[in-house]
């Protein structure tokens, strides 16, 4: 077993700027949307992430070819008829779950393994699955989830939760279905829409209108298209969470911070300055943020949960009593044990946490048990003077190219740092080291 860690000297204020990678929650569905039709679809501004990596070795093993040069992502169908995923990676992802809509779009059947992710919360696929069936699908369930439709039809599916995995599985299936199909209910997240432009480049026949809803006609193929990924606007929240926690500036090239509203709103609260210019977005922060008094997470427009920990986080150290109500995942709060460990002050009843804001937090060891909790763990690190390890970085290469680097250009001391996987014994002892010397 090998182990790298997130190495972060904190305790100084961030000053740098950097270009945001393209949206992993964007192009996992616009991956599995190069399933149907034909030609070529080339992705450009692809983050180098492991849940693409994993996707792209789905495609493989369904038989299309997928190749990568620098961030140009390029996928070609091969006239393989395969419809059954089987790989590690598609337990290891939860996203292999879009390509029941992507395979039974082309296939009329699929076979695949019920998903797995990050470990926040139950995760359960039952809306994927009564919507479809509204489309004609047939489902068994054992281990696996096996589909088929005949004959995949439009009609209307009604959400009764705006999931963002269920309605990009409708979107697939529909996209190439007989008929018109409309989903009332859906979520509003920007990458459902993203996914729909990618689609509408194909040939696809999407809108969505104002009240939310979206209308897909069914067409008889998608053809070649090639695509810009828009930044990934978790990636860019995590950044400018972490000048509002260790104060300074950060300058987000390229980056409009569109769907990030709310967070923005959040900022705004804890003190920060926010400008758009026209070559991207600022933020600015005092040396301690102020509190929030309240804040929930909720599904697009609302705070996202994938920002939550970040948020946490950075208001360990903020001036008062802030509160913050988890609503979308139930599982999000496993960042609270290792926030305690450097000091945090954070009680937790049900779905609510409340963080006593501490004017220092200590360095420590730390474990990350998520993606977005490991994120939340390196901008409590950049808080503390001092050196600290963020542990399990493998959660952390899910949704960060580089997070060390991106770091380093934000003007913080933060590296990856590998222990060879080779030699167990040194291994052993470079980690006693390290919870050594912290
Ligand atoms: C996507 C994002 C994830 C983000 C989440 C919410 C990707 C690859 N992942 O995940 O980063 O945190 O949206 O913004 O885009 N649910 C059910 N039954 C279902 C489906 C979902 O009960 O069939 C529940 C989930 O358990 C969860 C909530 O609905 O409590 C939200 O899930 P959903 O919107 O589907 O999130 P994902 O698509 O898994």
Redo the contacts with the bound molecule.
Sequence with gaps: MGLSYLEICGGRPLDGELEIQGS???V??VLAACVPGEGVCTIENCPDIT?VTDTLNILRALGYRAERAGGTVRIEASGSEKYEICGPEAVR???S??FLGALLGKMKKARLPL?G??V????????????LRTLGAEFSLTEKITAVAPRLHGDTVRLP????????NVILAAATAEGHTVIEGA?R?P?IDELCAFLCLRGADIRRLADGSIHIRGVRRLGPASYRMRPDR?VAGTYLLAAAAAGGRVFLRGCGGEGLEALERALRAMGAVWRKTDGGLEVCAEERPRAVPYLETA??PGF???LQSQLMAALCRARGSSRIRET???NRFRVVSELRKMGARIEVNGDCARIEGVSRLRPAVLEAAD??GGAGLAIAALQAPGRSAVLHTEYLAR?YEDIGRDLCLLGAQARIRGIRCTDETKEKEEYSELQRCL
């Excluded at 926040?120 to 919507?131: E, F, K, W």
């Design positions: 992993k929650n964007a996992l569905p849940d992802i939860r996203s779950v879009l998903p992710g990050c926040i919360g139950a995760r359960p696929v039952d809306l994927h699955l009564r919507a939760y705006p999931s963002v995995g269920a309605t990009e979520a997240e990458e978790i599904p697009h996202p949960t994938d979308v995942f139930e993606l977005r949704g």
